[in-house]
């Protein structure tokens, strides 16, 4: 398997299969591919189809088959980036829902549970999330630019909600409410804040899709009634 991502800030993922090699990803995220290419679409089992529900993503997963050397496409679903990371036995990846775009080689993928429902939920992070662990590649979907740091053990990074697209296995997450009345009604910055605990490597996004909508809302015509 070979791979290339073109395209700037509209990414678009190229990956060239050869005979008898195999990509997964979710159902409708194919962009093109070559006819020597064919595919199988499968649940993967109930659990792991609510699962993947529950995360607001696809129930079902395709796997893409190259009965030749040939090429297939997946293009970003929102301005970005799209990042390889290298998954390896006992270094599994944590990501957020919506960044995974395809994996390559011997990937599990399963619902993570990072903290109970109550802030989690409400935070936007942190309730449920994607975790990949195997050895092969996994390609994520990064909303804006990808910015990674390496968090030492007893350190933390205080991340704004909807801005952490993936971290290291090894890593913790919760998400927290701001404290003080006055932070929560003029400082501008909502009610939570995702912090993250090392030691581990986690990637920011710069735009997240949910914040962009958000702004981009406030613009919009909206009816009197």
Same mark, same amino acid.
């Given at each position: 398997?070979?791979?290339?991502?073109?395209?700037?800030?509209?990414?678009? @993922? *190229?990956? @060239?299969?050869?005979?008898?090699?195999? =990509?997964?990803?979710?159902?409708?995220?194919?962009?093109?591919?070559?006819?020597?290419?064919?595919?199988?679409? *499968?649940?993967?089992?109930?659990?792991?189809?609510? /699962?993947?529900?529950?995360?607001?993503?696809?129930?079902?997963?395709? $796997?893409?088959?190259?009965? *030749?050397?040939?090429?297939?496409?997946?293009?970003?679903?929102?301005?970005?980036?799209?990042?390889?990371?290298?998954?390896?036995?006992?270094?599994?990846?944590?990501?957020?829902?919506?960044?995974?775009?395809?994996?390559?080689?011997?990937?599990?993928?399963?619902?993570?549970?990072?903290?109970? @429902?109550?802030?989690?939920?409400?935070?936007?992070?942190?309730?449920?999330?994607?975790?990949? $662990?195997?050895?092969?590649?996994?390609?994520?979907? =990064?909303? /804006?630019?990808?910015?990674?740091?390496?968090?030492?053990?007893?350190?933390? *990074?205080?991340?704004?909600?909807?801005?952490?697209?993936?971290?290291?296995? $090894?890593?913790?997450?919760?998400?927290?409410?701001?404290?003080?009345?006055?932070?929560?009604?003029?400082?501008?910055? /909502?009610?939570?804040?995702?912090?993250?605990?090392?030691?581990?490597?986690?990637? @920011?996004?710069?735009?997240?899709?949910?914040?962009?909508?958000?702004?981009?809302?406030?613009?919009?015509?909206?009816?009197?009634?």
């Amino acid at each position: 398997m070979r791979y290339r991502i073109d395209g700037d800030n509209l990414p678009v @993922l *190229k990956v @060239l299969l050869e005979q008898g090699e195999a =990509i997964e990803c979710e159902a409708g995220a194919m962009a093109w591919m070559d006819d020597e290419i064919h595919m199988q679409t *499968k649940a993967g089992g109930l659990g792991k189809m609510l /699962g993947r529900m529950l995360t607001s993503e696809n129930a079902f997963m395709n $796997t893409y088959v190259a009965n *030749k050397t040939g090429e297939i496409a997946f293009s970003s679903k929102f301005p970005g980036s799209i990042k390889a990371v290298e998954i390896t036995p006992g270094n599994g990846l944590i990501v957020q829902k919506g960044s995974f775009l395809a994996s390559f080689g011997n990937i599990t993928n399963e619902v993570y549970i990072q903290q109970k @429902l109550g802030r989690g939920f409400f935070g936007g992070e942190g309730f449920l999330m994607r975790k990949f $662990t195997g050895n092969g590649i996994v390609f994520l979907e =990064i909303d /804006g630019s990808a910015h990674e740091y390496e968090i030492p053990a007893g350190d933390c *990074k205080i991340v704004d909600t909807g801005y952490v697209a993936a971290m290291t296995e $090894t890593c913790r997450m919760e998400v927290k409410t701001i404290s003080g009345v006055s932070n929560v009604l003029f400082g501008g910055e /909502g009610l939570f804040n995702t912090v993250v605990y090392g030691p581990g490597k986690i990637t @920011l996004q710069s735009m997240p899709i949910a914040s962009t909508a958000m702004q981009l809302y406030q613009y919009m015509p909206h009816s009197s009634n």
